[in-house]
């Protein structure tokens, strides 16, 4: 059974073997509360989500199934964070798109996960100015609910934005070893 807090939000778990096909990185600055599994060797939990029927946990503890290697002790804000030199995994909710990509471009280190309908806004483009390499995904990807199990559809398209020579690397190599496809684009300067 799918939790009903899913539905309506654009906070989606990233499949753990895209993950394990870019990784490891050093800092997932906004993961959910109760990952079920590690996308990154420190994780900061996003605040609860904030919807028209009130606050609540994007991603309840306690559910069946959860792992408990990542145990928050605290939610920090991701935004607020230093992110030092670190690698940086980011697939932040969708509708907070603007702040996270400022950060991502001034940080410039990692690789970063967005729906590809959204070149055209502002942090769309900032995306596009500021990233090394951009892999527009042929298909979509399943995300996955709280539980760990797959969503039920696929619903928007998705693009990886890489920052950096080396993790623009990773990215140019991605289609020849896993089920990831797609178009590159390179950002020439």
């Known amino acids: 059974m799918k939790p009903a807090y899913t ?24 993961c959910e509360p109760w990952m079920p599994w590690r996308t990154a060797g420190t994780m900061l939990a996003l605040p609860p989500l904030q919807t028209n029927r009130g606050t609540m946990d994007s991603i309840l503890p306690g ?8 145990q928050p002790s605290e939610i920090r804000d991701g935004l607020k964070a230093d992110w030092y030199n670190a690698r940086v995994w980011m697939n ?35 995306m596009l100015a500021n990233c090394t390499v951009a892999l527009f995904l042929a298909g979509r990807i399943l995300f996955r609910y709280p ?17 950096g020579e080396k ?3 990773i990215l140019l190599e991605l289609t ?9 684009m390179r950002r020439l300067v």
């Not at 539905?7 to 906004?30: K, V």
């Not at 559910?63 to 990542?70: A, L």
């Not at 539980?147 to 920052?163: E, Q």
Request: glycine content about 10%; overall charge positive.
């Open 147 to 163: 539980d760990g199990s797959r969503s039920a559809g696929k619903w928007l398209p998705n693009v990886l934005w890489a920052f």
């Open 167 to 169: 993790d623009a690397s």
């Open 63 to 70: 559910h069946e199934g959860f792992t408990r290697d990542f």
């Open 92 to 126: 932040h909710p969708y509708s907070m798109g603007l702040p996270w990509a400022e950060k991502m471009a001034r940080h410039g280190r990692g690789i970063a996960l967005t729906a590809a309908k959204s070149t055209d806004t502002r942090w769309g483009q900032i």
């Open 176 to 184: 020849s070893r896993t089920k990831y496809r797609g178009t590159y």
């Open 7 to 30: 539905n309506g939000t654009d906070r989606w778990l990233t499949p753990p073997d895209l993950i394990e096909a870019l990784g490891p990185f050093d800092l997932d600055p906004c």
